[in-house]
């Protein structure tokens, strides 16, 4: 039996989910979020929480069996508390700034960067401290709007310059040495 997949998922007060066939709709104070679940997986609503089993033990429902739980705590947990990441800004010019919805990054290019986020994703820049802030109701889509983000200007090893998460460690690599 899977770790994972054998926990249940409590379902907190105010937070209402519907199961039909293979489709799971998730409703709670922050909003709604909804997923196609492999048909194989078996999904029940019991008593205040969601337990998911697995029809046979070959491979792919093993693997399955984690997931299908895993995807639904993400979706619980993102409409009761939601999901941020925050990145950081490292170099000399290098700042952001919104305007509308659109994230205008300047990172040493010749042009500016224009970013504009998926729905459901919502930006906050603070230019003090050059971070941006990138926060949503889905987990995939605040960590995919965060990777594209960053990969416009990665950290480079050199000097540490480019957009990094705020608790990434760069591993930063000794410059030419001099030859005697």
């Known amino acids: 039996m899977s770790k994972v997949g054998k926990l249940p998922v409590a379902i907190p ?8 066939d293979s489709h799971i709709n998730v ?3 922050k909003g709604t979020l909804e997923q196609d679940l ?11 929480s969601v337990v998911v089993t697995r029809p046979t033990d070959n491979k792919q429902h093993r693997s399955l069996h984690g997931l299908t ?3 639904i705590q993400n979706m619980v947990t993102g409409v009761t508390e939601g999901y941020s990441i925050t990145l950081q800004l490292v170099g000399v010019g ?15 290019f010749s042009h500016p960067i224009l970013f504009r986020p ?3 994703v919502g930006i906050d820049v603070n230019p003090k401290e050059n971070t941006i802030t990138i926060s949503g109701l889905d987990k995939q889509m605040v960590g995919q709007s965060a990777a594209t ?4 200007r990665p950290p480079e090893p050199y000097k540490g310059k480019g957009i990094r ?3 990434e460690q760069v591993r930063r690599k000794a410059g030419k040495a001099v030859g005697k």
């Open 118 to 120: 998926p729905e459901g």
């Open 27 to 29: 409703t709670g104070p």
């Open 38 to 48: 492999h048909k194989d997986m078996i999904v029940k609503v019991e008593d205040e």
């Open 94 to 108: 290098y700042r952001s700034e919104k305007q509308g919805k659109l994230l205008v990054l300047h990172l040493g």
């Open 165 to 167: 998460y705020i608790d």
């Open 69 to 71: 739980r895993v995807l």
């Open 149 to 152: 983000i960053r990969k416009f």
């Open 13 to 20: 007060k105010g937070v209402k989910v519907d199961l039909k």
